[in-house]
């Protein structure tokens, strides 16, 4: 007997195709709404705007830990009830297929992405926000170009002040150039020119040639009578290059450590106090939030199943709304538990077992109790409401449509 089935390849085939188009929605629509608070950052510290892409990549992971269980749950939840409103779970229930065999293919998509969420919270992740810290970090200090500012007076090293009209071809050409350059000896140079373009040098990597096209050089000084006025095609101006100090080393905050570095420093007894809450919190947090994802078969199929002769999708919603509340209430706990006001284990594995116990009872009442419904009070409530609204709008709309009589008035009749 083959492992799966026909029917197991059908089921698998509903789950795939929403599971994956609402991983991708998820994502895109978390990466979309930080992305216009990153062009924003990186437009107000004048960056180059590739860095907002590489930013998002390194956001990915953390998006993806909320997402890959929101897709998984909803696609499982979709499939089965679309089993369900087209009377096809009612066969295969007929022919003796319970829910739990039913659940083969979910549960292998289940631990393969329970698998993948591993990798990516205690590797990925953890990576991911250093390197995220590491790029805001290079912008604010000017590492990555964003150190002069068009339209600004922009000083390097206190000696070379340097104001810019306008850049175009991503900062290649400039235009509107004015700069202002003092020496040791008590000089000044002013020079203004009406393009330019910065160009790498060789010979050394902490300066810079601004190369000048058309444009005057004024000297003035103590030792000079009258200014000094040049003309010039061409004129390379060296500028110094700010020093920028270096990134921390990864693990400034605990979101940065990997696995083995949780487990040596949580469980450690010569790693400061502090330290050790936070990695076991930590540790805990992206634990449970691992585990989670192999109940959530049972809560999809759970709340999947509308009442008969109803095509209600309340559980849509319902569902949508325990997994955030869940990933928040965690979220909450780690911090609560890093700060030493709870013990980790407890503030994150307790709510972990209440929200088991929940969803193993709401899946025993809709697998096992005839007739059985997980949010049934809610689904009666929901509609109650909705044959209220109906009623309610349904009579307004009858209030404001013309009375047949008046419509008919004065019109000759049909032989």
Known sequence: MPLLTANDRYIGKLVLVPMVGTFALAASLLILDKMLRLFDFVASEGGPVSVVFRMLANLIPEYAGLAIPIGLMLGILLAFRKLATSSELDVMRAVGLGYTRLLRVPYIFAVTLAGLNLVNVFYLQPLSHYYYEE???????????????????????????????????????????????????????????RQGQFLANKDSADTIILRLTDGQIVQDGPSLAAPRVLTFSSHDLPIDLPKI???????GKEKEYILPELLKLGWNQETPETLRLETQASFSYRMVEVVMMLLLPLLAVALAIPPKRSTSALGVFVSIIMVVAYHKVNQYASDVAALGRLDPILALWVPFALFAALILWMYWRVAYVPGGQAIGGLERGFAKASAAFRKLFGRKRLRDEPDIDETLEGQPLAA
């Open 135 to 193: 790029l805001q970090y290079e912008l604010r200090s000017g590492a990555l170009g964003a150190a002069i500012k068009v339209g600004e007076f922009t000083t390097l090293k206190d000696k070379v002040a340097l104001r810019i009209e306008e850049s175009r071809d991503n900062g290649r050409m400039l235009s509107g150039i004015f700069a202002r350059v003092a020496n040791d000896k008590g000089q000044e140079l002013a020079i203004s020119a």
């Open 245 to 251: 100090e270096e990134f921390r080393q990864r693990g």
